[in-house]
């Protein structure tokens, strides 16, 4: 894995927290001799930290760049690649996966805020990253060449009442990977859709508005994963020998139905 990885650059979207962080520190050891992280997030100071952490635990064979990013700001988004600095700029993997669920509510009181926040950041936001990298991946030879992955949710498969908005962000990811997978299919860009299940991180604080003890009360009676093992399966796909594509992933507790 480690060999197929050497000399990328990767670049994250919510690496602050949760999945995106876990993922930027495993692809960081399996590849610690040669490889470039773009870290983004909203939490530059965050960011930073990570920088730091990474090459105190694996010395400077990765070379990691923080940079300040709201994908729910197109400007910001389109204007991402023309601020990295040259040697930045030949990006290999893009992990689409800045996303968020604000307030668990039912149809009649769902917020237009909630409700614009949640479609910006983990639909449009992810949309718009995919078209600001996809021109470098489309430039290289045989019609192109790189990795797009996108973290879904097993949510996007199937709702439950209360989260009819986020479940419909991540069915919309969904469709968007599949179409873009089959326009891609005559060159040697992948598009990687993974669906986790439920993740104890950031997330679900967040959606409950910062109430941890409402957030706690999810993973009641549920072993639920950690962002390790999804950042596992991240860097699994992203491994793979060029040929081989892992199209669309589930990834669930044992324990969740
Ligand atoms: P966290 O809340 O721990 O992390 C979310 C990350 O997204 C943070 O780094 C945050 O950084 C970033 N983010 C949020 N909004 C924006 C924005 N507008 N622009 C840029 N970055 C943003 O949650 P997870 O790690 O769990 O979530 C990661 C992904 O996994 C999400 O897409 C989520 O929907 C998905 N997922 C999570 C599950 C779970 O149970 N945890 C289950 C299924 C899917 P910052 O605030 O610094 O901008």
């Known amino acids: 894995a480690a060999k197929r990885l050497e000399g990328k650059t990767i670049l994250i979207t919510g690496a602050s927290s949760g999945i995106g962080r876990s993922t930027a520190f495993e692809f960081a050891r399996t590849c610690p001799n040669n490889l470039r992280l773009i870290l983004t997030a909203r939490r530059i100071e965050i960011l930073e930290k990570i920088a730091v952490e990474i090459h105190t635990e694996l010395g400077e064979g990765v070379k990691v760049f923080p940079v300040q990013l709201d994908v729910s700001k197109p400007d910001q988004v389109r204007g991402l690649v023309n601020a990295l600095p040259e040697e930045w700029r030949e990006i290999d993997i893009l992990v689409n996966n800045a996303g968020l ?3 668990v509510s039912r ?17 449009t ?19 192109g060449r790189g990795d797009i992955i996108n973290i879904g949710s097993g949510a996007g498969r199937e709702a ?14 969904r469709s968007f990977s599949d179409s873009l997978r089959k326009e891609l299919i005559a060159t040697r860009i992948r598009v990687i859709e993974i669906d986790p299940g439920q993740v ?20 009641a009676g549920v072993q639920p994963l950690a962002a390790e093992d999804i950042a596992e399966i991240v860097v699994f796909t992203a491994s793979r ?3 081989v594509v892992v199209a669309d992933t589930l990834v669930y507790p044992s324990h969740q139905a």
């Not at 718009?128 to 489309?138: G, H, K, R, Y």
């Open 101 to 103: 669920a604000r307030g």
């Open 107 to 123: 149809a009649p009181n769902i917020s237009e805020d909630d409700m614009t926040t949640m479609f910006a950041t983990n639909v």
């Open 125 to 143: 936001g992810l949309i718009n990253m995919t078209q600001a990298i996809l021109p470098i991946f489309l430039e290289r030879p045989d019609g």
């Open 160 to 173: 439950y009442p209360g989260g009819g908005v986020y479940c419909a962000t991540k069915a919309a990811v």
């Open 200 to 219: 104890e991180t950031e997330f679900s604080v967040i959606r409950y508005y910062g109430d941890k003890n409402k957030a706690d009360a999810v993973y």
């Open 241 to 243: 020998r060029e040929n």
